[in-house]
Nanobody, 118 residues
Framework: QVQLVESGGGLVQPGGSLRLSCAASGSGFSVNVMSWYRQAPGKQRELVASATSGGSTNYADSVKGRFTISRDNAKNTVYLQMNSLKLEDTAVYYC????????????WGQGTQVTVSS
């Protein structure tokens, strides 16, 4: 059984920083793409950043230059370093991963709240 376990959300002032972590637990699998999505109240879930196992990354325009996604493939863990946080970054952040166990399957984390407020 594969699970994505997230941590690192919280309350931060505008201009502050937070680091999110997401670890894929279990055995007998390999991880392809790992991504972060977010969903603000009343809005659709949107892609924030993604990273392939080969190191390619992709970012939403709204976070380019402020957020950095990185992976530790040995630990099946993805990180999201969020700097210069803005009020509009407030959302529930979800980890997403495409995991191969003979076939490819999509998994979601439980979500972690990030609140940017003065």
């Amino acid at each position: 059984q594969v699970q994505l376990v997230e941590s690192g959300g919280g309350l931060v002032q505008p201009g502050g920083s937070l680091r999110l972590s997401c670890a894929a637990s279990g055995s007998g699998f390999s991880v392809n793409v790992m991504s972060w999505y977010r969903q603000a109240p009343g809005k659709q879930r949107e892609l924030v950043a993604s990273a392939t196992s080969g190191g390619s990354t992709n970012y939403a325009d709204s976070v380019k230059g402020r957020f950095t996604i990185s992976r530790d493939n040995a630990k099946n863990t993805v990180y999201l370093q969020m700097n210069s946080l803005k009020l509009e970054d407030t959302a529930v952040y979800y980890c997403y991963a495409v995991i191969k166990i003979r076939n490819h399957y999509a998994y979601w984390g439980q979500g972690t709240q990030v609140t940017v407020s003065s």
